[in-house]
């Protein structure tokens, strides 16, 4: 009974919400093979307060920036002096996902439907956005309507960190002695 339960509220789940069954599907980063990241999401306490709102991933100038995952351009073009490309995501609720990412030279156009893994612009010359010790870096954004959100937890689990673990057997076990006596 208990699994029939699980498998019902699973395929309600799935059907019902169908973007939260591709939370974390994302299978690269928008830069790179596994950049490094150079400033983590902080979210702020108020919506004015300080924070960080997205992740800072360290790529060379003119780097190609991928979409993560299947999206619609909602905007490409310039704020304050930066490139920026954002992203909505189909059927993710209402108000829908959005991924931003910037300072980036647009290779897209407003409307255009993007797949994963399509490259929507290319990495601009650093605006002052980027530690001091990272010559260049994308900042990559997630937001629903003004809510800011880690932008990470697109991402595979694997792709932030590694593969599962793999339990061995341990074999001679009953042999050991057991903790070391003083």
Not at 57 to 63: G, N, Q, S, T
Request: net charge neutral; glycine share 10%.
């Amino acid at each position: 009974m208990r699994k029939l339960l699980t498998v019902t509220v699973v395929l309600f789940v799935t059907l019902t919400f169908p973007s939260l069954a591709r939370a974390g599907d994302a299978r690269l980063w928008p830069v790179g093979e596994h950049p490094s990241v150079v400033r983590a999401w902080a979210p702020p306490a108020t919506p004015y307060g300080p924070g960080h709102r997205g992740v800072d991933l360290a790529a060379p100038i003119d780097a190609p920036v991928r979409a993560v995952v299947d999206g619609r351009v909602f905007f490409a073009g310039a704020i304050a002096g930066r490139g920026v490309v954002s992203l909505e995501l189909p059927d993710t609720g209402d108000p829908p996902l959005r991924t931003t990412y910037e300072p980036v030279t647009p290779t897209v156009h407003k409307g255009d439907h993007i797949t994963a893994g399509e490259v929507v612009g290319t990495l601009q010359l650093p605006t002052g956005h980027c530690p001091p010790a990272t010559p260049s870096c994308l900042h990559w954004g997630l937001l629903r309507g003004d809510t800011y959100l880690n932008p990470l937890t697109l991402l595979d689990p694997s792709l932030t960190h590694g593969p599962p673990s793999r339990l061995l057997p341990v074999w001679g076990w009953r042999e050991w002695p057991g903790p070391l006596a003083g």
